[in-house]
C-alpha cells in the first residue's frame, strides 16, 4: 500500500518516528489526523438539522438559534491563524490534541445544556477547539508523509472526510434527532474525539516546537477581528440586506483590521506569515482558488436546502437525503485526484474539477425550479469537481509553505475557504430573500457560483504548478 513506503525527503522532523512504519501502522497517524477533522466537519453539518427542535426545547429566541449555529463559525473562522501560528511555535501535535480535548469536552457540554445562552458558550468552545484542530491536521499529515506520492493521497483522504462528514452530517443529525433527541447529536463527538486522542498520542510523532518565534499578539487580534467582524456581517447580510448600516459597519472594520494586520506584519520581526511567502503565487493563488469553490459549493448547499424545505417541502431528513448525490460524490473525488496527482501533477485536477463543477451549477441555473430528477446531475458536477479541486489546491498552498510554516499555511488556507463559505450562504440568502420569486433568486444564485468556479478555473491555470517533466 502506498503509505507503508518509507518516509524519505521533504523537510525536517523532529524525530525517526515521524516516518510512517511498514505496514498497517502506517495508516495510523492518517486515521488519527483525520478522525479529529471529521468530527469538527460532522458537527457543523449535523447541527443544521437539530437547531430547530433545540430552539423549541430551550424557548431560545431567534437571535438565540442564530447564535448557536454563528457563534460557533465566527470563533472557528477568527482564530485558525492563531491556531496555525501557535502549532508552528509549540508543536502542531500538542496544539491538535489540545484542540481535540477542548472540542471534545465543549461537545459533552453542548449535551448537558439546559439553556441556550449555556448551549452558545459551549458552542463558542467548540469552534475554539476546531480551530486549533484544523490546521494541526494538514501540518501533521505533510510531516508525517514527507513523501510527495504518499503526501498527495493523504491530503487526498483527508479532503474525503469533509465528504464523508457533510454527507453523513444531516443525515445521522436527523436520525438522532427523530429517534434519541437532539443531545446525542454532541454526544456521538465524545467517543470520536476520545479516540482521536489515543491514536495521536500512540501513532503521531512528536512535532518541532520552534519557540525562538515569538507569537505577535497584536498581529493575531487583527486576525480576529477582520475574520471575526466579516463573518458576523455576512451572517448579518443575509438577514438584514446588504446595504444595512450594521453590515457595512461591519466589513469597513473588517477591512480596517485586515489592514493592520498587513502593516503589522510588514514590521514585525516574526510575523505570522512573512510577505514573501504571501506574494508567492502558488500560497495566495491556492488559498484564493479554496475560497472560490468553498464559495460556490457551499452556497449551492444553502441555497438549495432553502428551496428543498420552503418551496418543495421536503422535511430536515428529506432535505439530507435530496442533497445527498451533492455530497456523496465528495467521498471519493478526493481519493481519486490524489492518486492521480503524482501521474498528471495538480493543475489539470484543480482547473478540470473547477470547470465541472461550473458546468454543474451552469446547468442548475438553467434547468431552475425543475423536477428533482434533473437537479441530480448538476448536485453531482457540483460536488465531485470542488472535491477533486480540493487535494491538488491544498497540496499546492501547503508545498508553498517551509516547514516552519507549515501550521500558518494551512491556518491561511482554511481561513480563505472559512470566508468562502460564509460568503456563499449570506450571498445565496440574500438573493433568494431580494428577487422577485424563488425560481428567479435560485437560478441567480446558481449563476453566480459558476462564475466563481470559472474564475476559481483561471487563477488555478495560473497559480497552481504545473507537474515536473519526466527525463
Known amino acids: 500500500m502506498a503509505f507503508a513506503e518509507p518516509a524519505g525527503g521533504g523537510g525536517p522532523v523532529s524525530s525517526p518516528e515521524s516516518a510512517p512504519e ?32 433545540i430552539g423549541r426545547e430551550l424557548s431560545a429566541s431567534l437571535t438565540g438559534i442564530q447564535w448557536i449555529t454563528d457563534g460557533y463559525t465566527l470563533v472557528f473562522a477568527g482564530f485558525l491563524l492563531t491556531g496555525g501560528a501557535l502549532g508552528d511555535r509549540v508543536g502542531n501535535r500538542r496544539v491538535f490534541c489540545a484542540g481535540v480535548a477542548v472540542f471534545t469536552l465543549s461537545s459533552a457540554a453542548c449535551a448537558l445544556a439546559v439553556s441556550a445562552p449555556f448551549l452558545v458558550a459551549a458552542r463558542l468552545a467548540e469552534g475554539l477547539g476546531a480551530a486549533l484542530i484544523v490546521p494541526g491536521s494538514l501540518a501533521l499529515l505533510q510531516q508525517a508523509y514527507p513523501a510527495p506520492a504518499a503526501r498527495s493521497r493523504a491530503f487526498g483522504l483527508w479532503g474525503s472526510m469533509a465528504g464523508i462528514a457533510a ?29 482521536c486522542l489515543v491514536l495521536t498520542l ?22 480576529v477581528a477582520a475574520a471575526t467582524l466579516l463573518t458576523a456581517a455576512l451572517n448579518e447580510a443575509g438577514r438584514r440586506g446588504w446595504s444595512d448600516p450594521a453590515v457595512l459597519a461591519g466589513v469597513g472594520l473588517a477591512v480596517l483590521a485586515a489592514a493592520a494586520f498587513a502593516v503589522r506584519e510588514r ?72 492518486r492521480l496527482a503524482r501521474r498528471t501533477g495538480d493543475r489539470p485536477l484543480v482547473v478540470s474539477g473547477m470547470l465541472l463543477a461550473a458546468l454543474g451549477l451552469a446547468g442548475w441555473a438553467a434547468a431552475g425550479a425543475a423536477a428533482y430528477p434533473v437537479l441530480v446531475a ?31 499555511a494551512s491556518a491561511l488556507f482554511n481561513t480563505t475557504r472559512q470566508i468562502g463559505s460564509a460568503t456563499g450562504v449570506a450571498l445565496g440568502g440574500s438573493l433568494l430573500a431580494t428577487a422577485t420569486d424563488y425560481t428567479t433568486g435560485l ?29
Request: with cysteine; aromatic share 10%.
Open 22 to 53: 511498514s505496514g498497517r501502522r502506517s495508516w495510523a497517524p492518517l486515521l488519527a489526523v483525520c478522525a479529529g477533522y471529521f468530527m469538527v466537519i460532522l458537527d457543523v453539518t449535523a447541527i443544521n438539522v437539530a437547531v430547530p427542535v
Open 378 to 408: 448538476p448536485m453531482m458536477a457540483a460536488g465531485f469537481g470542488t472535491s477533486f479541486a480540493l487535494t491538488g489546491s491544498t497540496a499546492t498552498v501547503m508545498g508553498a509553505a517551509p516547514v516552519a510554516y507549515s501550521g500558518a
Open 443 to 471: 437560478r441567480t444564485s446558481m449563476a453566480v457560483g459558476a462564475l466563481a468556479y470559472l474564475a476559481a478555473a483561471g487563477l488555478a491555470w495560473l497559480c497552481v504548478p504545473a507537474a515536473p517533466k519526466k527525463t
Open 167 to 195: 454527507a453523513a452530517g444531516p443525515l445521522l443529525g436527523g436520525l438522532l434527532v427523530t429517534t434519541l433527541g437532539w443531545r446525542w447529536v454532541f454526544l456521538v463527538n465524545l467517543p470520536v474525539g476520545v479516540a
Open 202 to 223: 500512540r501513532h503521531v510523532a512528536r512535532s518541532p516546537r520552534r519557540t525562538d518565534r515569538a507569537l505577535d499578539w497584536p498581529a493575531q487580534c487583527a486576525v
Open 267 to 338: 514590521l514585525a520581526r516574526s510575523p505570522v506569515l512573512p510577505p514573501s511567502l504571501l506574494r508567492s503565487r502558488a500560497m495566495s493563488g491556492g488559498a484564493v482558488v479554496g475560497l472560490l469553490f468553498n464559495f460556490g459549493f457551499y452556497g449551492m448547499v444553502f441555497t438549495a436546502s432553502l428551496e428543498f424545505q420552503h418551496q418543495r417541502g421536503f422535511s430536515a431528513l428529506g432535505t439530507g437525503l435530496a442533497l445527498f448525490p451533492a455530497v456523496a460524490m465528495t467521498m471519493f473525488a478526493s481519493v481519486l485526484s490524489g
